[in-house]
């Protein structure tokens, strides 16, 4: 994968502030040319650095979404084996690594309450998983 320049970090931060923003108003922001943004777009893909492009919706329109924070222990060297089981649960919207207390942290959605708690279940029964502490995320300031 090639290394990202100043261009391309400019470039990524605009698109993840606005995924529908047009070439021609990105090439004027970031002071290039049109052909530069849709060279550097197609090469982001290409080079698999975009992923894609989705649409970011504000919770507060969609009140009925659960969303929680999950940080998760895990057991000896298993992790690798407790993230692929985690990643199979379509509830996990984003699954990280981290440092200090606990080894993972999960972003978590569902749609109920009944459903929040069914995953809940699941992923303390993921073998490996030891333990876990889970908040729910009541509301979000929009940066």
């Not at 197609?42 to 970011?56: K, Q």
């Not at 993972?104 to 303390?124: E, G, P, Q």
Request: charged letters at 30%; zero cysteines.
């Amino acid at each position: 994968m090639a290394q990202l320049d100043d261009l391309d970090r400019r470039l990524l931060a605009a698109l993840r502030a606005d995924g529908r923003e047009s070439v021609a108003s990105l090439a004027r922001r970031l002071d290039v040319t049109r052909a530069t943004v849709t060279s550097r777009i197609d090469r982001l893909v290409s080079g698999g650095t975009v992923l894609g492009f989705s649409v970011r919706v504000r919770e507060d329109r969609d009140p009925s979404i659960i969303r929680a924070i999950s940080f998760i222990e895990v057991e000896g060297r298993s992790t690798d084996a407790v993230i692929r089981k985690l990643r199979g649960l379509p509830e996990i919207h984003a699954l990280h690594t981290t440092n200090g207390a606990w080894d993972l942290v999960a972003d978590i959605r569902t749609d109920s309450l009944s459903n929040f708690d069914r995953v809940l279940a699941r992923m303390r029964n993921v073998d490996g998983v030891v333990n876990s502490e889970t908040s729910l995320l009541l509301s979000s300031a929009m940066l």
